[in-house]
């Protein structure tokens, strides 16, 4: 089954992003390390650290838009206003753990702070969604990590039967 050009939504969650007070570099950064020969970036946008707010066009974007992948970078730590993996929880229907821990194993090998995240990744209905830490760095490291399952993820989400057998 080839999905084709995956459709991909970028969203950086941000209080100071959202209120022009901080350059979100979160949600370019993530475009740089898509390969554009299999990813179409179809919409991009910045919000507050708000549950509504990010529920909302969370579930835009999975059932109106019909995006295959949705990545979010932002508010997966400690800070009491980070809520992504809160907001990303009330909308994905299965959750993905083996991706989030493939991430935060990633991360260890640079800081222990890595374990602090609190990322996850998940499915609602064909769309795949996964939390990005807002750090560049941190994105340069473990968006990598996930991004050759991501083709073979979005088969079996949309479907394929075949065997997953190497």
Request: include cysteine.
């Amino acid at each position: 089954m080839d999905i084709g050009l995956i459709k991909v939504g970028i969203l950086t969650i941000s209080d100071k992003g959202s209120q022009g007070l901080r350059t979100d570099q979160g949600g370019p950064q993530i475009q740089s390390l898509l390969p554009a020969d299999g990813f179409e970036i179809q919409v991009t946008s910045i919000v507050p650290d708000e549950l509504p707010e990010i529920i909302n066009l969370l579930v835009d974007w999975c059932d109106q838009r019909k995006l295959d992948l949705i990545l979010t970078t932002g508010g997966t730590g400690l800070s009491p206003r980070d809520i992504t993996p809160e907001a990303t929880a009330r909308v994905i229907e299965r959750e993905i753990p083996g991706m989030a821990e493939a991430m935060r194993l990633e991360g260890l090998k640079y800081t222990p702070f890595a374990q602090l995240s609190r990322a996850i990744a998940g499915t609602r209905g064909e769309t795949l969604i996964i939390n990005l830490p807002g750090s560049l760095k941190a994105i340069q490291e473990m968006l990598p990590v996930v991004l050759p399952a991501i083709p073979h993820a979005l088969e079996k989400i949309k479907g394929d039967p075949r065997d997953c057998a190497r």
